[in-house]
């Protein structure tokens, strides 16, 4: 948010033997609730100062999802963006199936 004298993005990660949580906080200008339903959508872009394809957050969930993972977001426009993901953590595990 350009108009913050301050940004900052927080990330915070969680392991233990049967998870990884990662979690990444911003106080961003966050995101309207009423496009949070799209934001993972192939080819969404939340404003029009948005650069790119509208393709990144689509890849980060279809990966998430293939390694048996869940993705999240709560965001308050004007305010902030918090969005988790966990998955299970494969280094306990010795295949990937």
Same mark, same amino acid.
Not at 13 to 30: E, P, T, Y
Not at 81 to 96: G, R, Y
């Given at each position: 948010?350009?108009?913050?004298?301050?940004?900052? /993005?927080?990330?915070? &990660?969680?392991?233990?033997?049967? !998870?990884?949580?990662?979690?990444?906080?911003?106080? *961003?200008? =966050?995101?309207?609730?009423? /496009?949070?339903?799209? &934001?993972?959508?192939?080819?969404? !872009?939340?404003?029009?100062?948005?650069?790119?394809? *509208?393709? =990144?957050?689509?890849?980060?969930?279809?990966?998430?999802?293939?390694?048996?993972?869940?993705?999240?977001?709560?965001?308050?426009?004007?305010? *902030?963006?918090?969005?988790?993901?966990?998955?299970?953590?494969?280094?306990?595990?010795?295949?990937?199936?």
């Amino acid at each position: 948010d350009p108009q913050k004298e301050e940004s900052f /993005l927080k990330i915070s &990660i969680l392991i233990d033997a049967k !998870r990884v949580c990662l979690q990444f906080q911003d106080n *961003g200008i =966050g995101i309207a609730q009423e /496009l949070l339903p799209k &934001i993972f959508d192939m080819f969404f !872009r939340g404003t029009e100062l948005s650069e790119g394809a *509208g393709l =990144g957050l689509y890849i980060v969930k279809e990966t998430v999802e293939k390694l048996r993972g869940t993705i999240s977001l709560v965001s308050q426009y004007g305010s *902030g963006t918090v969005m988790k993901i966990e998955m299970p953590n494969f280094a306990s595990h010795t295949t990937l199936q």
